[in-house]
């Protein structure tokens, strides 16, 4: 990595880097169609944006810092850069060379306020991972931290030291040269560039605050406390500061060591059903979600249980909670009928939820989308990736040349947080198709749309229990109050306000037939139910016939709360 005091030098780098391929994209791109040769410019558009992106990976891997971040950030957006580029970038690591250890111990130390010698009973001074942010060494908790915390071999997560000024220089760059590219037309009518890079920016300095990441490894254990599916290392805290994080030691079999995995009995293709079901739970039930979840941050440990109890079994266990997304709860039903809508393959339900969450903006025209989609469901859907390799290249060539040239054409945008969803749903995709090349991600998605609907089933449900509740709960006060009323007349103590009372009276009314169509719908919900099983015909046309019941129920009267007086 560049000298951390040689900033100046490091983002001048970057600005000619960036400075020569935006004159080589408006030469090609802008000038020399403008003279006629836009046939000739498209002829080698791929080989050059290749050519571009390898040389951005070459960049990175020198500087380390914020490049390589800049690397996997893009290649996430699909909504801005073409696949030339994206599919060069999409396998850009942290390719760095760790840092000399008494560097790392001197950071260390500052920030833990003791010798390492004193905070821990030994450090191993090889990295176990070194990234372009921080790297990871291996130790031993004292016999007294071990003690209280529970745990005695760790694993201690340091800052590369001078990374926060990187970070500073790194981000200055890009601000630098998306003001630039913010002067084209083309791209300000397409990309809103600053907040694009805010979003960047704020992501990687959450990154490299590692309180937050103790914060969030300790909200990811709550969301799964009591799921036997899924471990977390447990937070050394008296050990943990703000660029020093000191977790439980929980390293166990990579995810993608299918080798590894089957030596100690465990199925591949159950670990990637299970990784794929944990992944969905995150997304689009709890709303707090790994956006990270390469092979490296995924263990399979193996769980010894009792004779009784099976056997051996396993489970996954998560690490390195610096990028973590969080989907708010008005997106997250979005995307849940988003995936009933993929899992039914049907198209306008698909677009419709598309719109919802707010990737289509109000003005795009879907019916050349919705085609699409129709055509694709119906030549490729439920097919697993296995199957998809035994396509004619050139079928999906040309269908996926066809369906790329419609989205570019629609006006769509990312909202906030989609980029991390996007990239832990790519990440999962292609981590269970290593597991298991049969893996077929309609089967992953169908039942677990199956069980939306029947979780957004049971909500109906149960409002409408409440609602059945509360009216019968008036129902039931309703001959005490008239009976009250009566006595009330005979001792001559009824004060009658003629127009408040014929107004109660209809309200009594309008409750009291809203209480008959609750318990008829009941009633012929539940019989339909019952004789369903015996008769398909006669239940579901029982079923059925109960929807008119529940309409009374629901909105009856609703007509009346508007009148005058009311």
Request: proline share 5%; net charge negative.
């Amino acid at each position: 990595m560049a000298d951390v005091g040689n900033t100046r030098a490091r983002y001048r780098r970057i600005l000619r880097f960036a400075g020569r391929y935006m004159v080589q994209a408006w030469w090609y791109e802008l000038f020399l169609p403008r003279l006629g040769f836009g046939a000739l410019a498209a002829r080698g558009r791929a080989r050059r944006l290749q050519t571009i992106a390898r040389r951005f990976h070459v960049l990175a891997v020198q500087y380390g810092g914020l490049m390589i971040k800049v690397g996997q950030f893009l290649s996430s957006r699909l909504d801005v850069l073409p696949p030339e580029i994206t599919k060069e970038l999409e396998g850009l690591q942290d390719e760095v060379p760790p840092v000399a250890f008494p560097a790392i111990r001197t950071l260390a130390e500052a920030e833990l306020g003791v010798p390492l010698g004193r905070a821990f009973e030994w450090v191993d001074e090889n990295p176990v991972a070194a990234a372009s942010l921080g790297q990871a060494h291996r130790a031993r908790l004292t016999q007294a931290d071990a003690a209280e915390t529970g745990f005695a071999d760790v694993v201690i997560k340091v800052q590369r030291p001078g990374i926060e000024a990187i970070v500073d220089v790194d981000l200055a760059a890009l601000r630098r040269v998306a003001a630039w590219l913010s002067r084209v037309k083309v791209v300000r009518d397409h990309v809103d560039l600053p907040a694009l890079l805010e979003e960047f920016a704020y992501t990687s300095r959450q990154e490299i605050d590692y309180l937050h990441e103790a914060q969030n490894a300790e909200r990811f254990a709550a969301d799964f406390a009591g799921d036997p599916r899924v471990g977390v290392p447990d937070v050394a805290w008296e050990r943990t500061t703000r660029r020093v994080l000191t977790l439980e030691d929980v390293t166990a079999i990579k995810i993608n060591d299918v080798d590894g995995l089957r030596a100690a009995g465990i199925d591949p293709g159950h670990v990637a059903i299970e990784f794929a079901d944990v992944m969905f739970d995150q997304l689009f039930s709890n709303g707090f979600f790994h956006a990270d979840p390469h092979p490296g941050n995924v263990f399979v440990t193996p769980v010894e249980r009792g004779a009784g109890e099976g056997g051996k079994a396993w489970k996954l266990t998560f690490i390195d909670f610096g990028m973590m997304g969080e989907v708010p709860d008005g997106l997250r039903h979005g995307l849940q009928q988003l995936v009933i809508a993929v899992a039914s393959r049907n198209s306008a339900k698909m677009i419709e939820s598309i719109r919802a969450v707010g990737v289509l903006l109000p003005s795009a025209d879907t019916n050349e989308l919705e085609r699409a989609m129709t055509a694709l469901f119906a030549r490729f859907g439920g097919m697993g990736f296995a199957e998809l390799q035994k396509v004619d290249p050139r079928e999906f060539r040309a269908f996926a040349t066809e369906f790329g040239d419609v989205v570019r054409s629609l006006p769509f945008q990312l909202p906030e947080n989609f980029l991390l969803i996007i990239r832990a749903v790519s990440l999962t995709s292609g981590m269970c198709s290593s597991l298991d090349p049969e893996f077929n991600v309609w089967d992953a998605v169908e039942p677990y749309a199956d069980r939306l609907l029947r979780d957004e089933r049971g909500n109906v449900v149960q409002a409408f229990a409440r609602e059945a509740a509360s009216t019968a709960a008036v129902v039931a006060r309703l001959p005490r109050r008239l009976d009250d009323m009566i006595t009330r007349a005979e001792d001559g103590r009824l004060v009658a306000d003629a127009p408040k009372l014929e107004q109660r009276l209809r309200r009594l009314e309008r409750m009291g037939r809203r209480a008959v169509s609750a318990v008829l719908f009941a009633a012929l919900l539940i019989s339909g139910a019952v004789l369903r099983a015996e008769d398909l015909f006669v239940g579901t046309v029982l079923m059925v016939g109960s929807v008119i019941p529940l309409l009374h129920t629901l909105f009856a009267g609703f007509a009346g709360r508007q009148g005058p007086g009311d």
